[in-house]
């Protein structure tokens, strides 16, 4: 399944319809889509998404402006980006996957047989997996399989929003992940922010009111802290500096984080999951979070 092409981002079209776009689609018919159809935390995650896109995409705005004017450039300049990028955005297969580490494996001790991974559901933040509640779901202890669509929404969203605590270990390219089995919070969920989103009356509208522009960023942030999208500079491995430093301290960056290792098995069931990268907290305020609740 490739993101950029294949429909998995739940919407509702102007006329009411439930549907689901790929992420070309959702900008190359964005005035026609009234609103996203998912719950909050999600819609955190998914605009945070479209945004980077589309910033990446039009590398900018460039100031205030810019952003005047660069709504009409949206949806051309992405359709043209992803399809230069759409190899990044391949949820399963032997290359790089969508916010995946390739390479990644279960340490296992001599005579040890390779066990099945965790449970996708770990990734829905809503469902009972483990030690969870099971006031709302009462099936935490049974196999499940997820639609690969479901699944690239709940990967986005839970590097975007999962907790801090206990978790397993993992082997990337040979080391193990950080943490000794311990994680910190993701970017989203640290201090507990309140997130703040400008709505639109179309998708469109609102991706383009969402969008901060070059003066902006350095501004909060400071001088070099634009970036690149992660996928673009994809860590290798745990010494690859240049590309932590990246994903880690720069706005777009962070926008989608890689806060978990994780790998996914090709029946949809199970994964390797573990401690991904550490994303210290901006001395600014984490987009778009509220300016009061990030101090």
């Not at 009972?128 to 690239?152: I, K, V």
């Not at 806060?259 to 984490?286: K, M």
């Amino acid at each position: 399944m490739n993101l950029a092409n294949d429909p998995w981002i739940p919407i509702v079209w102007s006329d009411g319809k439930l549907g689901s776009v790929s992420l070309s689609d959702a900008f190359e018919h964005g005035d026609e889509i009234r609103d996203l159809a998912v719950r909050p935390h999600e819609r955190i995650a998914l605009m945070r998404l479209l945004i980077c896109v589309a910033q990446v995409a039009l590398d900018g705005p460039v100031d205030s402006e810019n952003w005047k004017t660069c709504r009409s450039n949206i949806p051309a300049a992405t359709a043209e980006y992803l399809a230069g990028w759409r190899k990044a955005f391949e949820l399963f297969g032997d290359g790089q996957r969508f916010l995946q580490i390739s390479g990644l494996k279960k340490p296992m001790m001599a005579g040890e047989e390779e066990e099945a991974g965790n449970s996708t559901s770990k990734l829905d933040l809503a469902l009972a997996s483990g030690n969870n509640s099971t006031l709302f779901d009462n099936a935490g202890g049974a196999p499940r399989e997820f639609a690969p669509a479901s699944l690239a929404t709940m990967l986005l969203t839970f590097q975007c929003f999962s907790p801090g605590g206990r978790i397993g270990v993992a082997l990337w390219e040979g080391e193990q992940t950080p943490g000794k089995g311990s994680s910190n919070h993701s970017p989203c969920l640290a201090g507990g922010m309140l997130h703040t989103l400008i709505r639109g009356n179309t998708l469109l509208d609102a991706l383009h009111r969402n969008l901060l522009n070059k003066a902006q960023v350095k501004q909060l942030y400071g001088d070099g802290h634009w970036g690149r999208a992660v996928w673009e500079l994809m860590p290798q491995h745990l010494a690859d500096d240049e590309a932590i430093q990246n994903a880690t301290s720069t706005y777009l960056g962070r926008l989608i984080p890689l806060s978990r290792a994780i790998y996914f098995t090709d029946d949809c069931r199970s994964s390797i999951l573990a401690n991904g990268l550490d994303y210290p907290s901006y001395e600014g305020r984490e987009f778009p979070a509220s300016l009061r609740d990030c101090g």
